[in-house]
């Protein structure tokens, strides 16, 4: 089957850095994206990883290893509005996104 | 660019009515449009898939009888949720791939409708 791993949820200090991994089994990979959720909104695109490697947005970075099924979002400089659910999807073989659960961030100051 | 609208943002209806949510890509078309829900706390849950002048393809476990989709035409999807129950009470989110992005570059959403059935 299917499946992708991330945290239930983390806890990280404003100015700080955190990493949020993501692990994945899919029957196929058409590359790996991450999303920002905030609470009672729909989710927004923040990066896009096909080839292995770090993406760097700003504060915002996404790393991608294909032979390890795995991935990380790395946030630094937090603010308390990077407080959200951070959600890891999969495009699989048939270009159909696969879903993780989400990792919930809370930030505190 | 790439911004998907959805109607209403939110509604509350009586149970065993029906609801129609209308989901928009405003500056782009959209072959395939997608129908999420999501319940508090939860992930989203893929639906069904939607593709312009065919018919929906459902998830396992999803009533096509009773979450009825339409795609008439390459801006425009809408959800119906007949005979609404209080357990249909949830977040339905819809997103679109663009057709002209070439190889699928992931999914625009909508801001998502939040029905309530009382």
């Known amino acids: 089957g299917q499946n992708i791993d991330q945290p239930t949820e983390m806890t990280a200090t404003e100015g700080a850095i955190v990493q949020i991994n993501c692990t994945y089994q899919?029957?196929?990979?058409?590359?790996l994206f991450w999303y920002q959720q905030h609470a009672g909104e729909a989710p927004t695109f923040l990066s896009y990883n096909v080839l292995d490697g770090l993406e760097e947005k700003g504060r915002f970075s996404s790393f991608l290893s294909r032979s390890k099924g795995y991935s990380y979002l790395l946030l630094k400089e937090l603010q308390m509005k990077d407080s959200a659910s951070y959600l890891c999807?999969?495009?699989?073989?048939?270009?159909?996104?696969?879903w993780g659960a989400g990792t919930k961030l809370i930030i505190k100051p | 660019g790439a911004v998907v609208s959805q109607h209403p943002s939110w509604v509350i209806c009586k149970s065993g009515t029906s609801v129609k949510i209308e989901c928009r890509s405003l500056?782009?078309?959209?072959?395939?449009m997608f129908w999420y829900r999501q319940f508090p706390k939860q992930s989203l849950m893929l639906m069904a898939t939607?593709?312009?002048?065919?018919?929906?393809?459902?998830e396992q476990g999803v009533e096509k009888d009773k979450f009825l989709i339409n795609h008439a035409s390459l801006t425009l999807s809408t959800l119906t949720v007949t005979s609404a129950h209080p357990e249909d009470s949830s977040f339905y989110i819809c997103?679109?791939?663009?057709?002209?992005?070439?190889?699928?570059?992931?999914?625009?959403f909508g801001p998502g409708t939040r029905l309530t059935v009382t």
């Open positions: 899919t029957s196929g990979f058409n590359g």
């Open positions: 999807a999969v495009l699989d073989s048939n270009y159909q996104l696969i």
């Open positions: 500056d782009f078309q959209a072959t395939t």
């Open positions: 997103s679109a791939r663009d057709s002209g992005a070439g190889d699928a570059y992931g999914q625009y």
């Open positions: 939607s593709n312009e002048g065919s018919k929906a393809t459902y």
